[in-house]
């Protein structure tokens, strides 16, 4: 009997070992950047999907296409404009005069990997064209479901709110995507390294001159997934969660606290930090690392709280320090 569990357990030790060496590869195109690195591994192994945000030119859409690259995943890109249609991303039914009938013609979201570029520069109305393909895996065109393939990730970039020519993204959108990082301006040292990459002649439109090439596949993602799945949750660690994401409810600087649909999604990816650390079961800190990049995107600043300088992140950091933390 012990035979299948030890070779379960180098299968799951073989499939860290190759998303572990995503970093690797993905670090020969985009210089620092470890916590989206991180944040978007941990959205495949929950199959979930990721936001994001950050000023123009910090490399985020470069940050996507690495990790498509260091991948065996079809991929694909759509660029989010003022004048998209829903069925730009969907896809649409086309007359083909040949056969005098209407044929499916699948539009981008038919891929494993979605690159979702700027996606807050589009309307509301083609910004939720992706909401039943991000929440129920499939397309609905003409009353008739498409599923999608597997896996399945959006991976959507968005600038702030703030700057011109944006669309806030809806709030049923906002809730289906598991994580919201925030991709920040460089350090001097990593900037100065971008420039001294670009002056030997890196090509950030050529990822495969640059020496990323795949390392992960299909199979190691399955893997891994199953072993995320045994990482074991005590019911100490269970109500941690909950408690955290109750205190957002009732704290006063919010309007709209982190749904019960939120606090699964902060233990589903504290789980998969746990495995990626090595551990089969969750700690405090699992659940501490990847609070803010999980809810900072499901609750709501009071209005007054904004004027004052409050931000999501400080809202939730308080809390954390404040919940007691289960022995």
């Known amino acids: 009997m012990t035979a299948p569990t030890t070779q379960t357990a180098e299968n799951s030790d073989d499939a860290r070992a190759s998303l572990e060496a995503l970093r690797t590869e993905i670090a020969k195109a985009v210089v620092g950047q470890d916590p989206a690195v991180t944040g978007l591994v941990v959205a495949l192994l929950c199959r979930g999907h990721v936001l994001l945000e950050g000023v ?3 490399a985020k859409t470069l940050l996507v296409r690495a990790l498509a690259a260091s991948l065996e995943l079809d991929t694909k890109r759509v660029q989010f404009t003022p004048d998209l249609m829903p069925g730009d991303i969907t896809g649409s039914l086309v007359y083909d005069a040949r056969t005098a009938e209407f044929s499916f013609q699948p539009g981008p ?3 494993h990997l979605l690159l979702a570029d700027e996606i807050n520069r589009t309307p509301p109305k083609t910004q939720s064209a992706l909401l039943e393909a991000m929440e129920e895996r499939q397309v609905t065109v003409d009353g008739t479901p498409r599923s999608l393939p597997d896996p399945f990730l959006v991976a959507a970039t968005q600038n702030p709110v703030e700057y011109e020519g944006t669309y806030p993204l809806p709030e049923a959108q906002l809730d289906r995507f598991l994580l919201k990082l925030t991709v920040p301006l ?3 040292e990593d900037e100065i390294n971008v420039l001294t990459r670009h002056a030997e002649g890196f090509n950030p439109r050529d990822l495969q001159g640059a020496g990323v090439r795949p390392v992960a596949g299909p199979a190691d993602l399955e893997c891994a997934r199953a072993a995320v799945a045994r990482t074991s949750v005590s019911p100490e660690i269970a109500g941690y969660v909950v408690d955290i994401c109750r205190a957002t409810r009732e704290s006063p600087s919010l309007t709209l606290g982190v749904s019960p649909r939120g606090a699964t999604a902060l233990l589903s990816t504290a789980r998969a930090w746990a495995w990626l650390t090595g551990r089969d079961y969750v700690i405090p800190d699992d659940v501490k690392a990847l609070a803010l990049p999980t ?3 499901r609750v ?4 007054e ?4 300088g409050v931000t999501a992140d400080s ?13």
């Open 315 to 327: 809202v939730i950091t308080a809390i954390l320090a404040h919940v007691p933390v289960p022995r």
């Open 295 to 297: 809810l900072r995107h």
């Open 56 to 58: 123009p030119g910090v």
């Open 109 to 111: 979201v038919f891929t």
């Open 300 to 303: 709501h600043l009071r209005p």
């Open 305 to 308: 709280a904004e004027m004052e």
């Open 186 to 188: 460089p350090t001097r």
